[in-house]
């Protein structure tokens, strides 16, 4: 059973930054994918960016393109979401997600969450 525990949300003023983690454990292969998702209240999940624990290669939401850099240590199982730039519309619950995926940008592909962590950035 794959477990994803986030930590590293926080508030914080427009145009600042924040680095989410994700630490994974029950899996040791290389073919999962893991991706970060937020939602806001009333609005649907969103997906932010994903990465591939086997090549490295990362993908990005445009919201996020050139503010959010997603990253991995595969020594510790954990995958890293560093968040500049931030914005008022940043500000969501986010959600860690693994999963052997087709299209990163589709949740329902992804089949473990972790529990979530807020990210709240004031104006």
């Known amino acids: 059973q794959v477990q994803l525990v986030e930590s590293g949300g926080g508030s914080v003023q427009a145009g600042g930054s924040l680095r989410l983690s994700c630490a994974a454990s029950?899996?040791?292969?290389?073919?999962?994918?893991m991706g970060w998702f937020r939602q806001a209240p009333g609005k649907e999940r969103e997906w932010v960016a994903s990465?591939?624990?086997?090549?490295?290669?990362?993908y990005y939401a445009d919201s996020v393109k050139g503010r959010f850099t997603i990253s991995q240590d595969n020594a510790k199982n954990t995958v890293y979401l560093q968040m500049n730039s931030l914005k008022p519309e940043d500000t969501a619950m986010y959600y860690c997600a693994a999963g052997r995926v087709h299209w990163v940008y589709n949740p329902y592909e992804y089949n473990y969450w972790g529990q979530g962590t807020q990210v709240t950035v004031s104006s």
């Open positions: 029950g899996y040791t292969d290389r073919g999962y994918y």
């Open positions: 990465i591939s624990t086997g090549s490295g290669s990362t």
